[in-house]
């Protein structure tokens, strides 16, 4: 398995995506932000078609468009994002009505993308929409590979770098905006994070699939345990182990495509979840 | 606009254009479907956004992508997938949803999982068709232009019964979606009510999704009903706002793309979330003109037109 120079790609660049998605995914959980998640995974499919009809790089359209909705969720939200009304369902439930019709018309961007470019550069256009919805581990080269790796890490040391803050910001705002924290600024600062996370993970199991790698390890190890550390711990393990299982099984059989394998593992891990607890 | 010597024009005479428009069968249709869409969405919708379950809508928009894919796989007809998936899906979801008081992000993450599940049977099920792509296009944004005969009435039957049973579980819903742990104490079954609401969001989200996509049914259940809900809290006004605003949507939509050459999900997304914006900004200017009028005397501001 690890002669295949395809399959070594895959396997760097997925651990350390897997790894970036179920630290940050573990405070997505924790702040109640899956929807929003879920909203940054669909921004990357238009980015991505946007910058291909522009024909730059499309990794460029991924990240541009993932960090600009980031950031602007962030800024833009209310309730749990900004802690100012502490973390109520009801704030960050309004919150969602608000975060479903902007990426509504995200989508509606998309179609337009897809329509440009399949009238613009004949053909090419369902192929690349495929690969963005879906993502395409096995078809990253050495170089995509190792930036993926490197983006990777740099985000996960950035959490890292802002995760006390943002473990006392996501469970006590109000106590902490009192102490001087800048709640609103940390909020933004995450989800810009996020946005980095999403476009790294597009790459890997595509926009659709993104949702399982970022909330499923992360939602299981909430199951299991309320200790920080721990949890965060066993979230990246998770994500690590969907990751590799499902890329080995994806490898072993051949009508399985890498992405379902890594999200079908990662979702089962989360009602082993369930049920164990 | 792009102008084509052979292909329809747009001009300043609004009756000539709609008739234009209406000349052929197909737009019709597409009308007739996009109308009908609008009503039920519009309806559903309005209950979804009231109760907060916009995550659980989109996630139950998604199962119609498994449900197409799995249909073709079987070689049955994709109805059926759609219907089976949506339902399940409500099912899973709603396990979650009602009587055992879960923390909201908790409730999320369910949903999230429920939904990556969805999407990567439906991925799994397309490779293992190994389909033609193109076919993937259309059952994510769907082909509002090629409605037959047949799939408009039937549309219209699921629609009425759609209706009907929201109409007649209307009452007790709106009781637990506003107060559940009141409506729980006064005897109401609060999990079975939240179990055949997501039932119901299913089914007028399969019904949806074969016409518009799996994309873009949320652009009608959601945007219409969050910009009533933001103008006005009184419920029999603001479901009359969410079904013309759908409409509106819809047919404004259709009958721009018609003129061009982009497809009518872009604008029908587009064109709501104006209207999102623009009732936003509204409800913002209000608020802030009652809060500026109520000092000086109680009496209401004069109120201006909606939406033009």
């Avoid at chain 2, 197409?68 to 099912?91: D, I, K, N, R």
């Avoid at chain 2, 709501?272 to 409800?283: D, H, T």
Wanted: charge should be positive.
């Amino acid at each position: 398995m690890f002669s295949a120079e395809f399959m070594r790609n895959a396997l760097l660049a997925g651990t350390f995506i897997a790894l970036a998605c179920g630290v940050s995914g573990w405070f997505v959980v924790l702040r109640g932000q899956v929807f929003a998640g879920d909203a940054l995974s669909h921004v990357a499919f238009p980015g991505a078609l946007a910058a291909a009809a522009a024909g730059i790089d499309q990794r460029i359209g991924l990240f541009a468009a993932t960090i600009a909705a980031g950031a602007a969720i962030g800024a833009l939200g209310r309730g749990a994002l900004a802690g100012r009304d502490g973390r109520s369902a009801s704030a960050s439930a309004a919150e969602d009505t608000a975060i479903g019709t902007v990426f509504t018309v995200i989508l509606g961007l998309g179609v337009f993308f897809l329509t440009l470019l399949s009238t613009s550069s004949a053909g090419g256009a369902g192929i690349q929409g495929a690969r963005t919805l879906f993502g395409s581990v096995f078809g990253l080269g050495a170089g995509e590979a190792r930036l993926a790796a490197g983006v990777a890490i740099a985000a996960l040391l950035l959490t890292a770098a802002i995760a006390r803050p943002l473990l006392f910001a996501s469970v006590f705002p109000d106590v902490a905006a009192a102490r001087g924290v800048r709640t609103r600024l940390l909020s933004i600062a995450f989800a810009a994070l996020l946005g980095v996370v999403a476009a790294e993970a597009t790459q890997a199991v595509g926009a659709l699939l993104l949702l399982g790698l970022l909330a499923a390890p992360a939602a299981a190890a909430h199951r299991v345990t309320a200790a920080p550390l721990a949890g965060l711990a066993l979230a990246g393990a998770l994500a690590l182990g969907a990751m590799w299982g499902g890329l080995t099984l994806a490898y072993a059989l051949p009508w399985l495509p890498p992405s379902t394998a890594v999200v079908l593992i990662a979702v089962s891990l989360y009602y082993a979840a369930l049920g164990w607890r | 606009m792009r102008t084509e010597p052979t292909g329809p024009t747009i001009g300043w005479d609004v009756v000539r254009d709609v008739s234009q428009v209406l000349e052929y069968h197909f737009m019709v249709n597409a009308l007739l479907a996009g109308g009908v869409v609008a009503v039920m969405a519009g309806l559903v919708g309005w209950m979804m956004v009231l109760r907060r379950e916009t995550f659980a809508g989109h996630t139950l928009a998604m199962m119609a992508f498994p449900g197409a894919s799995g249909a073709a796989l079987l070689g049955v007809p994709a109805a059926w997938g759609y219907f089976a998936f949506c339902g399940a899906g409500a099912l899973a979801i709603g396990r979650f949803a009602g009587a055992e008081r879960r923390s909201w992000s908790e409730r999320s993450a369910n949903t999230g999982a429920v939904q990556a599940l969805a999407l990567a049977m439906g991925f799994l099920f397309v490779s293992l068709y190994g389909g033609v792509l193109g076919d993937l296009e259309s059952v994510l944004f769907g082909n509002l232009l090629g409605v037959s005969d047949t799939q408009l009435l039937g549309l219209t039957g699921v629609a009425a019964a759609a209706v009907v049973a929201l109409a007649a579980l209307a009452r007790p819903l709106l009781f637990a979606s506003v107060d559940s742990d009141a409506a729980a104490a006064r005897g109401l079954p609060v999990q079975a009510l939240s179990i055949s609401f997501l039932a119901l969001l299913g089914l007028a989200v399969a019904a949806t999704s074969q016409i518009t996509g799996v994309m873009l049914v949320f652009a009608l259940l959601v945007a219409p009903a969050a910009s009533a809900q933001a103008l006005t809290a009184r419920p029999l006004p603001s479901l009359g706002i969410t079904v013309a605003l759908g409409l509106l949507v819809v047919w404004l939509g259709l009958g721009i793309s018609y003129y061009s050459v982009y497809p009518a999900g872009f604008f029908i997304t587009v064109i709501s979330f104006a209207v999102y914006l623009l009732a936003r900004l509204f409800a913002v200017a209000l608020a802030r003109r009652s809060r500026e009028r109520a000092p000086a005397a109680s009496r209401p501001g004069p109120r201006r037109g909606v939406i033009s």
